[in-house]
């Protein structure tokens, strides 16, 4: 069974430097690219970052681009989203989710994504 447990948020305070982790279990974690995701109060999900752990490729969406980091631990099955110099804008809930097909590269777009994790909320005050 596949499974994706998300951690690590809570309250900080903006320009704060939280670390995420994504624990994925029940299928070869090399194999399958890893997203996180983020839904604001109203807004719709949006791709964060990405990493395909088998080769290292990452991605980032342009808001979070030279703040955020993604990287896999792969002997723990494990990708981190280090967030850095946050904002009152990043508050929201993160998910990681398991990209559908294995060894696709990097993507964003949710629907390339099968499994989710059940989310960590993030909240910064300004």
């Known amino acids: 069974e596949v499974q994706l447990q998300a951690s690590g948020g809570g309250l900080v305070q903006a320009g704060g430097s939280p670390r995420l982790s994504c624990v994925a279990s029940?299928?070869?974690?090399?194999?399958?690219?890893i997203g996180w995701f983020r839904q604001a109060p109203g807004k719709e999900r949006e791709g964060v970052a990405a990493i395909s752990p088998g080769d290292g490729t990452t991605a980032y969406v342009a808001a979070v681009k030279g703040r955020f980091t993604i990287s896999s631990d792969n002997a723990k099955n494990t990708v981190y989203l280090q967030m850095n110099s946050l904002e009152p804008e990043d508050t929201a809930v993160y998910y990681c989710a398991k990209q559908m097909s294995p060894w696709e590269g990097v993507t964003m777009d949710r629907n390339e994504f099968d499994f989710w994790g059940q989310g960590t909320l993030v909240t910064v005050s300004s």
């Open positions: 029940g299928y070869t974690f090399d194999d399958y690219g």
